[in-house]
C-alpha cells in the first residue's frame, strides 16, 4: 500500500526557514497530485498548497503565497515544501497527501485526497 513520510518539521525563530520533505512508495509518484495540509491546535485542517504531475500546475493558499514553494522530485518519488519568512501563525502539523491526478484540477479539500502521511510538527516561535 501507499505510505508517505513525513520529515523536516522544528522549532524555528519568526522568519526563518524550513523545508519539509515527503518520501512515498507504492504509488505511481509521477501520475499523482501532492498536496500540503496543515492543522493548527483547535482549527480544522486547512489546505496549504498543491502540485500536479504537468509542469507549472501549481496552487497554493492565499495565507503562505509568496512565501512557501512547493515542488517535486519524481526520480526521488518526494515532494517537498520550502518555508520561508516563517510566521508565527505557520505552527501546525503539517501533513502531506496523494491522490491519483485523474483530472488536472488542484483540490484544496483534504475529501479529495486519498493518502496521507502523518505529519510533522512545526513551532514557530518570537
Known sequence: QAQLVESGG????AGDSLRLSCATSGLLFNTFAMAWFRQAPGKE???????????????YAD????????SRDNAKNTVYLQMNSLKLEDT?????????????????SITRY?????????????
Open 10 to 13: 522544528g522549532l524555528v525563530q
Open 45 to 59: 485542517r486547512e489546505f496549504v498548497a498543491a502540485i500536479g504531475r504537468s509542469v507549472g500546475n501549481i496552487r
Open 63 to 70: 495565507s503562505v503565497k509568496g512565501r512557501f514553494t512547493i
Open 92 to 108: 501546525a502539523v503539517y501533513y502531506c497527501a496523494a491522490r491519483w491526478e485523474d483530472v488536472t484540477t488542484l483540490f484544496t
Open 114 to 126: 486519498k493518502y496521507w502521511g502523518q505529519g510533522t510538527q512545526v513551532t514557530v516561535s518570537s
